[in-house]
């Protein structure tokens, strides 16, 4: 009897454990059909600035998951042709070049990473589920943040959309990004450190604006979170 | 005869002080050391934390250590742990131009002088890319020529440097990264250069450099820091 039972639960046991192994293999197999965008981005050292899914950018780089598809493929673009350069960081160089150095081979100039790769890569990265809000550093001026918001409804909105959330095709969402990355990116926009065709058309808006309004609006977006009601 | 020999050795002896003493003052600004250079090399390296901060080292310079034969990144894997303790520590001092590794090399990315120490230390033991990128391989007599005038005094007669003077391994690097560092110090590109290489190889034309990179990336490490083709990493599984 306790035998029958024994051997029983023996082949349930292992019934069970076959099933699930079966499983498993399959979930393994699946697993290593990485979309090809994703294996570019981390084989092409994408993700050693931008982190993990293009969540967890490091220092003041900025996330690129849900970024816009087609304004990151012009943005690397500009990046590997020297079009972007950005005001100078702590090495003395033009902050893009960082990103030059890591996507043009030294030995002929030529972009390590083709035209359909970033392609690839950038339409991945768009489909990735944005960085959850990081709360801030140090906290934040109500009043600052309030005013932000004020200063992006009747200045940015038309194109980067409803709260930053829902920008026209080909710009960037500035919704939920670094403060400081948006704060920088917004004075070199103003001071032409930043020149790009898509930029133009932004500085004619932010020509007049002060330090203290884009801290505002730095301030406001970076705390609008894209996630907010999706999870 | 005897005295003629003792003469000899004296006057060479002479000479090595002078070579000793000259390069020591002219090599301020290359090697001042201190700081985190210093204390990242009396200290005991951790296994598991070089494991750990080299994760981020492998975006670029791959799991293995191997680099880019294009040259774009540089072969790591059984350089010195001197050597790279300081031109880690000269990179995040801005004592050496590199925009697009500084921001690894910053004490927020990889933590301080404890983990120069156990990352520099992993790197060292990382078995070296046996098929590096060569030159062209069509001026390689030449290319010896020039090593063995120039170049044997510190990095030795096979390229295998010396460790105690921070003199980095070169043979089996790939060649375009050769290329690119000894032009950046023939033309003073490369600020933390040894003076004395600088001085040394100033007379070196193109044609000359090509040779003897050239040269010099195809000149074998020995048997037992040499990897076997294909090998990957396993503590990165």
Not at chain 1, 63 to 83: H, R, S, V
Not at chain 1, 180 to 193: E, T
Not at chain 2, 48 to 55: P, T
Request: with cysteine; charged share 25%.
């Amino acid at each position: 009897m306790n035998k029958n039972i024994l051997k029983s639960v023996a082949i349930v046991t292992g019934v069970l454990l076959s099933a699930s192994m079966a499983f498993s293999s399959v979930q393994a197999a699946e697993k290593k059909k990485r979309d090809p965008g994703k294996k570019l981005y981390m084989t092409k050292t994408c993700m050693a600035c931008h982190g993990k899914n293009g969540r967890k950018a490091m220092l003041e780089y900025p996330n690129l998951a849900g970024q816009d598809e087609k304004y990151m493929i012009n943005q690397i673009n500009y990046i590997i042709q020297g079009k972007r350069l950005g005001s100078h960081d702590a090495t003395g160089n033009p902050r893009a070049q960082g990103m030059q150095g890591a996507l043009i081979s030294t030995s002929d100039n030529k972009p390590r990473v083709s035209k359909d790769e970033i392609k690839k890569i950038s339409k991945w990265l768009a489909k990735q589920k944005p960085a959850d809000l990081q709360p801030p550093k140090t906290p934040l001026d109500p009043a600052s943040v309030e005013a932000g918001k004020k200063l992006f409804k009747s200045k940015c909105k038309a194109c980067h959309g409803k709260e930053g959330t829902k920008p026209l095709k080909g710009n960037p969402y500035v919704a939920g990004q670094k403060r400081n990355y948006l704060y920088v990116q917004l004075q070199d926009i103003r001071s032409k450190a930043r020149k790009t065709p898509k930029s133009a058309a932004m500085y004619g808006i932010v020509k007049k604006m002060t330090d203290e309004q884009f801290a505002s609006l730095a301030d406001y977006l970076s705390q609008v979170d894209r996630n907010a009601g999706k999870k | 005869m005897i005295t003629k020999t003792k003469i000899t050795a004296l006057a060479a002896t002479l000479i090595a002080g002078m070579m000793v003493t000259s390069p020591a003052l002219s090599q301020q600004g290359w090697n001042e050391g201190g700081g985190e250079q210093d204390e990242a090399l009396h200290l005991t390296p951790d296994r598991e934390n070089g494991i750990e901060v080299y994760e981020v080292c492998a975006a670029c310079h791959l799991y293995e250590g191997w680099g880019q034969p294009d040259g774009t990144f540089p072969q790591l894997a059984g350089q010195h742990k001197n050597v790279i303790i300081k031109q880690l520590a000269d990179i995040r001092a801005l004592n050496r131009d590199n925009p697009t590794m500084y921001p690894f090399a910053l004490p927020e990315s990889i933590g301080g002088a404890q983990s120069i120490a156990d990352v520099s230390a992993y790197i060292a033991t990382l078995p070296m890319n046996p098929e590096p990128g060569v030159g062209p391989g069509t001026d390689l007599a030449l290319g010896e020529q020039l090593y063995k005038d120039n170049c044997v005094r510190c990095h030795g007669d096979n390229g295998q440097g010396i460790p105690e003077k921070y003199y980095p391994r070169i043979q089996g690097q790939h060649y375009n990264y050769l290329l690119r560092q000894f032009e950046w110090i023939r033309d003073g590109k490369r600020r933390n250069a040894n003076p004395d290489m600088v001085k040394q190889i100033q007379g070196f034309s193109d044609k000359d450099m090509i040779a003897v990179m050239d040269f010099v990336s195809r000149q074998k490490p020995p048997a037992d820091v040499l990897g076997t083709p294909g090998w990957e990493n396993p503590d990165f599984e």
